[in-house]
């Protein structure tokens, strides 16, 4: 239910955000990230969605030229939020896929960060960036992994920043083996078990994925330790601020009595949907990376994209077959996500998103078999798997 009570038509108590969003969302992460300190009040900077928030947190963590440290495949839209407004870059080191989640990726960023210490050249690097449950790749980071992480934010004297935005979004999956369950950075007690400052520690979330309401527009930043970030964060509240109908729409759905009911439905849904869309995979001899949370998976298309025949002008470069492969895609009326737009290193994969309404997945799964001349399973496999 919308309930816009007068004061909503004001500026509001508080720039970050008001004393009802906050409430509901303190009893949100109470139930669900498993804090070790309750998230009060002065610990939340509620947003009109993350994108401005990260370039507002980009600007006031660096400085123009500076670098966000990360792992890559990383979600394209980091490009923008940090680049477009605050002009700070994305030092990105790419880890083999299989490697993704595991130490050898920290220490990828460890080597990074001790290669830019000998380069005089290289951008001055304040945050290093970890996406869990990842995008694109659709996987919770394991306990182990995020205390590396907050190390090496330690080490090298960096912001730690965890965009958890599909945290409730982990599903059961049959292929994915030992899958880890989702770990909240906020219920670590990283000073204890990683040394680590948790002055360093920004937690992000908002109402996009979980919530399926990417349109609501509410990101929120939870900063527990540090009281000048926060304060910087404020002076430019304005800039970013939700607007009153969105903090009242997502607070009733954070205390609404059917949240819990909703959230393992959504759950189910994602599980059937992700054990449709790999069937499909599989009928088509298509190779993809297991994943058990998020809405997507990663998929190797290169058998189909190195058919593409390249025309004039079309570049040289070695992603121009997928390029002109998305095209044609693009031409059929499917859009899938090309692994350039995720820094993936190699040309021919492609992030499908798998949680749409059954009757569109399935017609999306027809358009792909008549453009690369599959056979004709999305209908068949329908009715094989419950929706």
């Known amino acids: 239910s919308l309930d816009i009570p007068s004061q909503d038509l004001t500026y509001g108590k508080n720039v970050l955000g008001s004393d009802r969003i906050f409430d509901a969302l303190g009893a949100h992460y109470a139930a669900h990230f498993r804090p070790l300190e309750p998230v009060r009040h002065s610990h939340i900077a509620s947003s009109n969605g993350l994108s401005p928030l990260l370039a507002h947190l980009a600007a006031v963590t660096a400085d123009v030229g500076d670098a966000w440290l990360m792992s890559a495949p990383y979600y394209y839209g980091f490009n923008a939020d940090l680049k477009t407004a605050s002009q ?21 960023l460890d080597a990074e960060m001790r290669r830019r210490t000998k380069d005089d050249k290289a951008a001055k690097v304040t945050t290093v960036l970890l996406a869990n449950p990842h995008n694109p790749l659709g996987f919770a980071y394991s306990r182990e992994v995020i205390l590396e992480y907050a190390k090496l934010a330690q080490r090298w004297n960096l912001y730690l920043v ?16 030992d899958p880890a369950p989702f770990t909240s950075i906020l219920s670590i007690d990283v000073a204890a078990e990683a040394q680590c400052d948790p002055s360093r520690v920004i937690q992000l979330y908002g109402v996009a994925k979980d919530f399926g309401a990417n349109g609501l527009r509410a990101g929120i930043a939870v900063i527990q330790h540090n009281e000048q970030l926060m304060a910087a964060l404020a002076g430019r509240a304005m800039e970013f601020r939700m607007g009153s ?23 189910r849904a994602l599980s059937r949907a992700y054990a449709f869309c790999t069937a499909w995979l599989r009928a088509q001899a298509l190779p993809y990376t297991p994943a058990h949370a998020g809405h997507f998976v990663l998929v190797d298309w290169r058998a189909h994209v190195d058919k593409v025949e390249l025309q004039d002008g079309d570049g040289l470069s070695a992603f121009a077959k997928e390029f002109a492969f998305l095209e044609q895609l ?58």
């Not at 700070?88 to 993704?100: E, F, G, L, T």
């Not at 965890?162 to 083996?177: G, H, K, P, R």
């Not at 021919?348 to 001349?373: D, N, Y």
Request: aromatic share 10%; proline share 7%.
């Open 245 to 267: 109908p969105t903090d009242s729409l997502w607070s009733a759905l954070l205390t609404s009595p059917e949240l819990p009911a909703y959230l393992s439905l959504n759950r």
């Open 88 to 108: 700070v870059d994305i030092a990105s080191v790419s880890v083999p896929v299989d490697k993704v989640g595991t130490l050898a990726e920290v220490e990828a």
């Open 162 to 177: 965890v965009d958890e935005i599909y945290a409730l979004s982990v599903f059961d999956a049959s292929d994915y083996a």
């Open 330 to 387: 693009v031409a059929g009326g499917v859009y899938l996500g090309p692994g350039f737009s995720y820094a993936v290193d190699e040309p021919g994969f492609f992030r499908m998103t798998f949680s749409l309404r059954r009757h569109e997945l399935v017609l999306a799964l027809e358009r792909l078999e008549t453009l690369c001349g599959l056979p004709a399973k999305a209908r068949e496999l329908d009715g094989q798997h419950p929706s």
